[in-house]
């Protein structure tokens, strides 16, 4: 079985993202560039479709307040565009693969007629593979497109294009519908380029389902075969979508201040805030629950981290300890008050806001777990591989750390991304960057570690000019480059370098130069 994960972000008319960009996803991401180059934008993308589909009312198709505000979608459109009826605005399509059930999907359509559904469905692989006895493909690659425009004030979805690629014995086979908004703002579904007149289209917020009345049409009619083709290919991958998107996790750059004495949570806390603001209520709700992660060994980085399952108070201390830091974190209970959170034996708020910054980043790792908290005593990574992926993103995961911690967290973050978390990160920090290249190019030729490296690391590098903002994605490669080196990246650190060597020597050349000048007037006057 292949994992749900996602594969390609793209965007167009967003913020500073003028034209069509595509951004390739692997399992770690690291996004880089200059400050108000377009960054984030990658990110919120993600942000804007989760707030989406996290709002009760099904009939918003993009809710534009939460994580990401605008007061419009102008304001969030390339060009910041005047008032009009009709104001075309962003683009996104989210790429995905998911895995296929086949045979479920037949028994619960009654078994259509195989030959009728392979050639007006444009299924051959599916009559192909029940004559042979073959098995059915168990996933498939897919893809949304949704555009977005202001009608009237109103935020509105005009069009959702959906296309899916199954690969039967080296084959692909591909599907398309698309859904157009009509002129009673009603949504029409077409199979390709033609009017499936035979189904209903109803939209849970952005995402599409199809439904048709089987009493007034005929079981060898194109409009059902079409129904079933929906039903076999696309609804169980729109499901994982809406899972992937919903469990999407963040963490912003900036965190609150550490209280004195914290209050307990009133109700189930299962995530840290975009901010951390609940990662001290999460801790303390679920210390003793289960976590499974991979702990790097930060004496040998470029060995596989090693597989574990542990409380969620251990993990985060051990984790803690592989990105060098000394001391525990603990919580003392106060009798019908709350808790404090330790640090050795010191409150939170007195040891330095560093730490407040790192534990949400160990903790969103942590409880990214695919099977987080629950006890699994006989799991190994080998059964991850039955799980989709986990989506969390990091902003700037290196403020207020120190350089050598910095540079660790490439490892951790590599770490997540072997235990099946697909991670996001939009950095600054020079050292986390360089620990990351290092960590591929100090492997040994052929190992997994490198294997993993080159294959699932993704560097995206994002530049502005003139206002609009370009994207280039990039690997790494095993000697620790990138495969397409950007234009002013981590200049300045070298640069600064050469410019104290260079000043070093030229100060040393003079001192000697006077040395040697002085040394041969003393000579000359002893001669005399």
């Not at 168990?138 to 497109?145: G, H, R, V």
């Not at 991958?237 to 992937?244: M, N, Q, R, T």
């Amino acid at each position: 079985m292949t994992d749900a994960r996602l594969l390609a972000v793209s965007l167009e008319r967003f913020k500073s993202h003028a034209s069509a960009t595509r951004v390739d996803l692997e399992l770690l991401n690291v996004i880089i560039g200059r400050n108000n180059s377009g960054k984030s934008s990658l990110i919120q993308v993600l942000l804007l479709l989760k707030q989406t589909l996290d709002f009760p009312r099904l009939d918003v198709p993009l809710r534009l307040e939460g994580a990401v505000n605008a007061f419009s979608l102008r304001e969030l459109t390339f060009g910041w565009p005047e008032p009009a009826e009709m104001v075309l605005g962003p683009s996104f399509t989210i790429e995905w693969q998911s895995p296929l059930d086949v045979r479920r999907s037949l028994d619960e359509l009654g078994n259509p007629d195989i030959t009728t559904l392979a050639q007006k469905g444009q299924m051959p692989w599916l009559l192909e593979s029940i004559l042979t006895g073959e098995p059915f493909p168990e996933s498939a690659k897919y893809s949304i497109t949704l555009q977005y425009a202001e009608l009237n004030g109103k935020t509105t979805l005009l069009s959702v294009e959906l296309r899916s690629e199954v690969d039967h014995k080296g084959v692909v086979h591909k599907l398309e519908f698309s859904f157009k908004r009509n002129n009673d703002g009603l949504m029409d579904c077409y199979f390709k380029d033609e009017h499936a007149r035979q189904l209903v289209v109803t939209l849970e917020h952005f995402i599409p389902y199809v439904s048709i009345d089987r009493r007034n049409v005929g079981p060898r009619d194109r409009g059902r075969s079409w129904f079933n083709a929906f039903s076999i290919i696309f609804v169980d991958g729109l499901e994982a979508l809406k899972s992937l998107i919903k469990g999407f996790s963040f963490l912003s750059s900036s965190r609150p201040l550490a209280p004195s004495l914290y209050s307990p949570a009133t109700e189930p806390i299962d995530n840290l805030g975009v901010s951390g603001e609940s990662a001290a209520q999460l801790l303390q709700s679920h210390q003793t629950d289960y976590v499974h992660y991979l702990l790097p060994n930060p004496d040998a980085p470029t060995e596989l981290p090693a597989f574990r399952q542990e409380s969620l108070a251990a993990a985060v201390n051990n984790v803690l300890g592989a990105l060098g830091v000394d001391g525990r974190v603990s919580i003392e209970e106060i009798k019908n008050v709350g808790f404090r959170l330790l640090f050795g034996r010191a409150n939170l708020q007195h040891v330095g806001r560093g730490l407040t910054y790192l534990l949400p980043l160990i903790q969103l790792g942590l409880i990214s777990d695919p099977v987080r908290f629950q006890h699994r005593p006989n799991m190994s990574l080998d059964h991850f591989d039955t799980l989709s992926f986990s989506l969390c993103a990091f902003e700037e995961p290196e403020a207020h750390l120190h350089p050598k911690v910095q540079a660790r967290l490439a490892q951790w973050f590599v770490a997540l991304g072997m235990a099946h978390r697909q991670v996001i990160v939009e950095t600054h920090s020079d050292h986390f960057v360089r620990h990351l290249r290092s960590l591929v190019a100090t492997a040994a030729e052929g190992s997994p570690m490198e294997a993993w490296l080159l294959q699932s690391v993704r560097v995206i590098s994002v530049r502005q000019q003139d206002d609009v903002s370009y994207i280039e994605n990039s690997g790494l490669t095993k000697l620790g480059d990138l495969e397409h080196w950007p234009a002013d990246f981590m200049d300045e650190s070298s640069d600064t370098e050469q410019e104290i060597y260079l000043a070093k020597f030229d100060k040393e050349r003079v001192s000697s130069e006077s040395c040697s000048a002085e040394y041969v007037h003393k000579d000359l006057t002893r001669q005399q």
